[in-house]
């Protein structure tokens, strides 16, 4: 069985950093496309980075703006999400899912991020 979990979320205050982490079970993430995907309250989900199977290809949405770094980490099993700059607009739950710039699909249960002065 397919499983994703994130970590690494919580409460920051604005141009705060954190480092969110989406362990896999069940399947080698080396070799294959994952996303982070974002959705605030009220808000449908929103891709904010993706990284291809080999990590030779790593596109970030547009409201990124250089913020954050996606990464492969192999030998964990994990993709990581590297968040600097944080503003109050990034707030929103925070999951992974399997392929290329999905927001649906195999998906972990989330991790909370709040921006809040």
């Known amino acids: 069985e397919v499983q994703f979990v994130e970590s690494g979320g919580g409460v920051v205050h604005p141009g705060g950093s954190l480092r969110l982490s989406c362990a896999a079970s069940?399947?080698?993430?080396?070799?294959?496309?994952m996303t982070w995907v974002r959705q605030a309250p009220g808000k449908g989900p929103e891709w904010v980075a993706a990284?291809?199977?080999?990590?030779?290809?790593?596109h970030y949405a547009d409201f990124v703006e250089g913020r954050f770094t996606i990464s492969r980490d192999n030998a964990r099993n994990t993709v990581d999400l590297e968040m600097n700059s944080l503003t109050p607009e990034d707030t929103a739950l925070y999951f992974c899912?399997?392929?290329?710039?999905?927001?649906?699909?195999?998906r972990g249960q989330g991790t909370q991020v709040t921006v809040s002065s």
């Open positions: 899912v399997l392929g290329w710039k999905r927001v649906d699909g195999y």
């Open positions: 990284i291809g199977g080999r990590s030779d290809i790593i």
């Open positions: 069940g399947i080698f993430l080396s070799g294959n496309d």
